[in-house]
């Protein structure tokens, strides 16, 4: 009797075990899928937060460009104006003029816009002019036994074709243009040049010239590298062109000498430039 109370406790302590974890198991699947639901909503929320703080930032961005975009932008175009970075000067005033076409910042880049045309145009005009007349600025011989005729620029000459500017460019004609560099040096002493450089505006520039030719007469010496220059060297001339100041500075053995390129100078070598131009000469040739 005792035995079979024990046996019917124990199966009465099953069921009601199998019940509670049954019922633990179905509220731990509802709590889960609740969870579930809940953590899906909080992601949906986060991506949502996300959107409206891009949607501010590009707001606060259209506020603040409606506000000061065109003043900003016409500060950009005058500030590349007065670096002479002309085509980023008028990126910007065309862009204001057709992003804030009614602002009175489009008043002025239409005024800079209009000022910009009028110099480039005039330029170019100086620009045919001076090239149309720059061979009467040459000196003009004739190799016959060559079949060459050389355009050496006035200014860089003194009485009787003398040599007076330290760097001279010319040109040499066939049945093409072609250009030619001399460095030239001229003392009562010798220096025995073998380089030179070129210091325009206080930087440093190397110049082609490692062959120096010596000569001399009634106690006068000529120190001479006579080249074809380099697209290199040209930019250097064109740079010494525009420059406030260029030092031609000749290096020999011992010593060194400077010779300044005086405006006249710097001419003829604009003057070359443009000689070559008009007698058919292409600058790809040197690139």
Not at 77 to 85: A, I, M, T, V, Y
Not at 188 to 210: C, E, P, Q, R, T
Not at 219 to 234: C, F, H, K, M, Q
Not at 259 to 283: H, I, N
Request: net charge neutral; aromatic share 8%.
């Amino acid at each position: 009797m005792k035995t079979f109370r024990c046996c019917v406790l124990l199966f009465f302590s099953v069921m009601l075990l199998g019940c509670n974890t049954s019922d633990v198991a179905q509220e731990n699947a509802r709590l889960t899928q609740e969870l579930s639901a809940l953590t899906s909503e909080r992601d949906s929320l986060a991506e949502r937060v996300s959107e409206l703080g891009k949607e501010l930032s590009a707001l606060r961005s259209e506020l603040d460009e409606i506000k000061h975009g065109a003043g900003r932008l016409l500060s950009d175009g005058e500030r590349h104006l007065s670096d002479k970075n002309i085509s980023d000067a008028e990126k910007a005033f065309s862009y204001i003029l057709g992003k804030h076409p009614t602002s009175k910042e489009a008043d002025v880049a239409r005024a800079h816009l209009k000022k910009i045309s009028e110099d480039r145009e005039r330029q170019e005009r100086e620009k045919a002019e001076r090239i149309n007349n720059s061979l009467d600025f040459m000196r003009v011989t004739t190799d016959k036994v060559e079949g060459i005729t050389w355009y050496t620029p006035k200014k860089a000459l003194g009485g009787y074709g003398e040599t007076l500017s330290p760097l001279i460019l010319y040109v040499g004609k066939k049945s093409e243009p072609w250009l030619r560099m001399k460095l030239f040096y001229k003392s009562d002493n010798w220096l025995f040049v073998d380089k030179a450089i070129a210091y325009i505006d206080g930087v440093k520039h190397a110049i082609s010239g490692d062959m120096f030719e010596r000569d001399h007469t009634g106690g006068t010496i000529w120190e001479v590298s006579d080249v074809s220059p380099t697209s290199v060297d040209l930019y250097v001339l064109r740079e010494i062109i525009k420059s406030k100041e260029t030092i031609i500075r000749f290096y020999g053995k011992q010593y060194h000498n400077d010779r300044k390129m005086t405006p006249a100078f710097k001419k003829a070598l604009q003057e070359a430039l443009d000689a070559y131009e008009v007698l058919g000469g292409s600058m790809e040739r040197y690139q």
